[in-house]
């Protein structure tokens, strides 16, 4: 039976507020972590973990609704109309059950940008909560006094979370691609080479084309959700920004988001009907975290081997630099670097007659100054330790 047949059968739950966690249970719901943390909303402590959640907002008849995560440009702050309801995890090293709880000083949320702790996070006066699994059912008039009547419908948090869920998995999704580290070791790799193109340039880039689809199937078809990025690209920007040292305002990547945020809010303004169409948001969820190795809300899939999103970027350079026979000697990690055009990487060796980079209309290599440079296509025997 589970917590919300319970509720359903009138059975009396109690409630816990935030005020009584540490003076009646000391630090049996509070969580450790693994690495630092990486996000914009501050270090309070302790860190708890929050399932079976739902989140309320207040309306102007004082009745509450379910509501969707605050999620307005340059904000995410809540306002006091909203509360959040679920049941506190246990750290494990006690046999105690989870505890319900009502939160109702919520100040702010973001995004844990970390590999190992990702998730989205709410900030309160008294500790930082970390969403897991959305209520999956109705809410019951159990749940939360002065619930409106729409709030006890058919409708779960689950599925008035689908939108957010997206949104997360496509910024999760980015920041695998732009933060990804080669071997342990030469972390900005893959980031140096992101940075200096717009998100389009990227997105191409990784996309297999049919060929590549045939060879590598482990490529995902698509490095993240283009649609969704479409008309989210100001979100995404907000959340991404500066989570490395290289993603500021002025590289590429950012302003590309900024001109796809100016575009969608230009288009948006002229009624434009592909700004208001329905989007599959649970299809993009899904679909994202396939592609990232994650649960709904963000944890690594236990033994799953993560995955490598720039794995056909590593399939081109590979081909292109056993083609560039006119190279000097380097090692392979170098001459990958030296192909791509990340000449900064390590070494500080430079060429000075020639540039090599990815064309950004196609994922192909192309090689300058040649007039009339051929496209290196990917040949499958040239690559075969990676098949």
């Known amino acids: 039976m589970n917590r919300a047949q319970v509720?359903?059968?009138?059975?009396?739950i109690e409630v816990f507020t935030e005020d009584r966690i540490k003076q009646e249970f000391g630090k049996v719901y509070d969580q450790t972590l693994e690495e630092h943390r990486a996000d914009d909303i501050g270090f309070a402590e302790p860190i708890r973990h929050l399932s079976d959640w739902f989140l309320l907002y207040r309306n102007s008849d004082s009745k509450k609704e379910l509501a969707?995560?605050?999620?307005?440009?340059?904000?995410?702050n809540f306002s006091s109309?909203?509360?959040?309801?679920?049941?506190?995890?246990?750290?494990?090293?006690t046999s105690h059950s989870p505890l319900p709880i009502a939160i109702h000083e919520l100040k702010a949320w973001s995004i844990d940008r970390t590999d190992s702790s990702r998730?989205?996070?709410?900030?309160?006066?008294?500790?930082?909560?970390?969403?897991?699994?959305?209520?999956?059912?109705?809410?019951?008039?159990n749940d939360a006094p002065d619930l409106h009547e729409s709030a006890l419908g058919s409708l779960t948090m689950e599925q008035v979370h689908y939108r957010m869920r997206a949104m997360f998995g496509l910024v999760s999704n980015i920041l695998d691609i732009l933060g990804e580290k080669l071997n342990g070791a030469m972390d900005s790799?893959?980031?140096?080479?992101?940075?200096?193109?717009?998100?389009?340039?990227?997105?191409?880039?990784?996309?297999p084309n049919q060929e590549q689809q045939v060879f590598y199937p482990e490529v995902p078809l698509e490095p993240f959700d283009m649609n969704l990025l479409k008309h989210c690209a100001g979100f995404v920007r907000d959340h991404i920004l500066q989570f490395h040292p290289m993603v500021t305002q002025?590289?590429?990547?950012?302003?590309?988001?900024?001109?796809?945020?100016a575009e969608f809010k230009a288009a948006r303004k002229a009624k434009q009907p592909w700004t208001t169409a329905s989007l599959d948001y649970l299809r993009s969820a899904l679909d994202a975290e396939r592609r990232s190795g994650r649960t709904p809300s963000g944890e690594r899939i236990p033994g799953k081997e993560p995955p490598h999103p720039n794995k056909l970027l590593d399939i081109l350079a590979e081909s292109a630099s056993s083609k560039a026979v006119s190279l000097p000697p380097q090692?392979?990690?170098?001459?990958?670097?030296?192909?791509?055009?990340?000449?900064?990487?390590?070494d500080n060796h430079k060429y000075k007659n020639r540039t090599e980079e990815f064309s950004p209309v196609s994922n192909t290599l192309s090689t300058t100054p040649a007039k009339n440079p051929k496209p290196i296509i990917l040949c499958p025997s040239s690559c075969s330790r990676h098949s």
Not at 68 to 76: A, D, E, M
Not at 81 to 93: D, F, I, M, V
């Open 119 to 141: 998730g989205i996070i709410i900030l309160s006066n008294f500790a930082r909560y970390r969403l897991k699994c959305p209520r999956q059912t109705p809410l019951t008039i």
């Open 331 to 346: 090692t392979e990690q170098v001459a990958k670097s030296k192909i791509l055009g990340s000449h900064d990487i390590h």
């Open 81 to 93: 109309r909203y509360e959040l309801h679920g049941y506190l995890e246990p750290n494990g090293k």
């Open 189 to 207: 790799y893959y980031t140096r080479i992101h940075v200096r193109r717009t998100p389009i340039d990227v997105y191409t880039m990784l996309k």
């Open 7 to 12: 509720s359903s059968e009138g059975n009396k």
């Open 68 to 76: 969707v995560i605050p999620h307005s440009k340059n904000s995410t």
């Open 250 to 261: 002025d590289c590429e990547f950012i302003k590309g988001l900024d001109e796809m945020a």
